[in-house]
């Protein structure tokens, strides 16, 4: 086997390469393609510095309160509850079943 280097003439000027044959037709599909872009209006902003904010807050309010009328605790109305668990351990008791009822009444 031979693996010396060979020497190779240069094509002549006038011969095309098959690189430079081919045509360049990339932009021909960017050019039929036409993108609007949308103007969005964005809003104004209202900007404000922190000693404003401070400032604002500092304003004392100029409504007239009217008093308010003490909240009384509302009365809960256990009467039902009560019904409930005696007729719960009356059951128990009528069908003897005495450890239900002894839990009822602990509990």
Do not use: H, T
């Amino acid at each position: 086997m031979n693996l010396e280097p060979v020497a190779m003439d240069p094509p002549p000027p006038g011969a095309a390469s098959p690189e430079a044959a081919e045509i360049d037709i990339s932009n021909e599909w960017e050019d039929m393609i036409e993108v609007e872009q949308e103007e969005l209006a964005a809003p104004e902003l209202q900007v404000q510095s922190y000693q404003e904010i401070i400032e604002e807050q500092a304003i004392p309010a100029r409504v007239p309160l009217d008093p308010v009328a003490p909240i009384e605790p509302a009365q809960v109305d256990v009467s039902a509850q009560v019904a409930d668990k005696v007729q719960e351990i009356r059951f128990y008791i009528s069908q003897q079943m005495w450890e239900p009822a002894k839990a009822a009444i602990l509990a």
